[in-house]
């Protein structure tokens, strides 16, 4: 049996918000039958350009939320974007879960579902198109969507990367498009 509460939302005053994406009820059976806990999967974001997620277990739920919540903070990764999309497309996988994000133009927002749509809203993006291929288990998908962000950089960061300035690299970029129309 699987609880649902997708749209719990709690502030807090440090800036973050806290968002449910799932909770599951564990049975283990022991000698005199069985011993109910819950799993609870919680997104953590300040809106702005930070997110990370958490589980936690309890043998309540609003311990177990409250346990992942504190799990989360501790995992918060820094997404990069440009103009509220994406700097270029991206796949994020885990397990048998490929999340594929694309940069939309601006002001068609968030195409995503579930697990994907929570990360993307939390994390400050506004333009984004998002696909799941496989596994939907919405643990996997987010463990894959965080993967995908993680992977993201500025083109400053890129250059810092390969070692060679960000003029360089725009004007190489630049010359190949128009060799490519001679």
């Known amino acids: 049996m699987e609880l649902k509460l997708a749209n719990v939302r709690e502030k807090e ?12 009820r ?17 997104v953590v ?7 990370g997620f958490g589980v936690g277990k309890a043998g309540e739920v609003p311990d177990a939320i409250k346990k992942a919540s504190e799990q989360a903070k501790k995992s918060l990764i820094d997404v990069s974007h ?5 700097p270029f497309e991206v796949d994020g996988k885990f397990g048998s879960s490929k999340v594929r ?5 601006s002001g ?12 993307v809203e939390l994390s400050g993006l506004q333009d ?12 996997n998908v987010v463990r894959a969507t965080i993967d995908g962000l993680k992977q993201l950089m500025t083109i ?3 250059a810092v990367h390969r070692g060679v300035s960000s003029n360089e690299l725009q004007q190489k970029k630049h010359v190949g498009k128009e060799d490519k129309l001679k």
């Open 156 to 158: 400053e960061e890129y």
């Open 108 to 119: 068609k927002g968030i195409i995503a579902g579930g697990a994907v749509r929570i990360i």
């Open 45 to 51: 974001g300040d809106g702005k350009s930070k997110v």
């Open 13 to 24: 005053s440090d800036g973050f918000q806290d968002r449910v994406v799932g909770i599951n």
């Open 101 to 105: 994000m694309y940069p939309a133009k």
């Open 82 to 86: 440009v103009d509220g999309t994406l």
């Open 26 to 42: 564990v049975a283990k059976v022991v000698k005199g039958g069985r011993r109910f806990s819950f799993s609870a999967l919680v």
């Open 128 to 139: 984004i198109v998002c696909k799941v291929h496989g596994s939907k288990n919405s643990h």
